[in-house]
């Protein structure tokens, strides 16, 4: 018994080493000039072999893309990158919205997103996310539900509920986000490092779900909150009871709301949301009339606000490790 355990573990060694010699597949070129291997990033999804076990490259070459985008759980280990360093240049978009009809049924918030993300392990760069339907209520530009993504360099376009980071933990850095009402929604456990944040004609930044069970939910660290017309605008309501949202050394425009934050309309959520500040600053930073049933973290409490251990889980994932594509 003991030989035919060291034998298999000598196997698994060798097969581990084996993969890890294994040159990295070609990337596949998606092209709306017809210069790649596809015109169409659901095409070139579509070309890959499913259940997917390796890390597949999509290389989008810069382009106006309006399509509907899915990736299924079958799906794993995908990297979508920009053909160009600048996200604009490269647009996934489409403008379905909530109330719209199809087949005479309307398709609802998660059925208006314009990209949707459900395999694990996925990376972006340099990518634009759209919704064009404008303002006309509730239209996702990328909704996600597969852990351990990590989106760098990439811009989320949209008005109300534009970025819908909706399970598993996501990591977000150096990007652009905008949108008007709840415009970053849901329940995933989450980081924004480094990101902007830009309110468009007031609303409310989060609208998190965060379960009562999860530590953590949206955590923005060293973020730039901004508005271009300075309308009023809320850091967050409770789209669940518990949820969780935290601001962590970040700059708050004069735009942001004294209050801060607000009950949604139930007075019962301000006893359970968690709603915390640390290291703040700007002209919105100012805690003087902040709701009571926020909280101001201590230094030793805000401590606990890391990458790692946010986004740690049983599995000690660190993003940062793997931030570019090409490393895993």
């Not at 409310?204 to 508005?227: E, H, M, P």
């Not at 959520?269 to 973290?297: C, F, H, I, Q």
């Amino acid at each position: 018994m003991a030989g035919s355990i060291t034998h298999v573990a000598a196997t698994a060694i060798m097969t581990t080493l084996l993969c890890s010699l294994a040159p990295a597949a070609e990337p596949i070129v998606v092209a709306a000039d017809g210069s790649g291997q596809f015109t169409s990033v659901q095409a070139a999804l579509d070309s890959i072999p499913k259940p997917n076990a390796e890390r597949r490259v999509i290389l989008i070459k810069p382009g106006i893309y309006k399509e509907l985008i899915k990736l299924g759980k079958d799906l794993p280990l995908i990297t979508f990158r920009g053909g160009d360093e600048d996200p604009s240049k490269t647009v996934l978009t489409y403008d379905l919205y909530a109330s719209r009809k199809v087949d005479g049924k309307e398709v609802g918030t998660s059925g208006s997103a314009s990209t949707r993300i459900d395999g694990a392990d996925f990376i972006a760069e340099n990518i634009t996310f759209e919704n064009s339907a404008g303002e006309v209520g509730q239209a996702v530009a990328l909704r996600i539900t597969g852990d351990r993504g990590v989106y760098r360099n990439c811009r989320f376009l949209g008005w109300q509920d534009t970025l819908y980071p909706n399970g598993g933990r996501q990591y977000f850095v150096d990007s652009h986000i905008e949108g008007r009402v709840d415009f970053i929604f849901g329940r995933s456990t989450a980081v924004f490092e480094r990101c902007e944040i830009v309110s468009k004609n007031g609303g409310y930044v989060t609208a998190a779900s965060t379960s009562a069970d999860q530590k953590f939910g949206y955590v923005f660290l060293d973020c730039n909150l901004i508005s271009p017309d300075k309308t009023p605008a809320y850091l967050g309501r409770p789209w669940r009871p518990d949820a969780a949202v935290a601001f962590i050394r970040c700059k708050l425009g004069e735009h942001i709301h004294p209050d801060g934050w607000n009950n949604w309309g139930k007075v019962e959520n301000e006893k359970t949301a968690r709603y915390v500040e640390y290291g703040n600053a700007g002209p919105g930073a100012d805690r003087s009339r902040r709701v009571a049933w926020s909280k101001m973290l201590t230094d030793e409490e805000a401590k606990a606000y890391t990458i790692q251990n946010v986004l740690g889980g049983d599995d000690q994932w660190d993003p940062t490790n793997n931030i570019r594509p090409s490393s895993r």
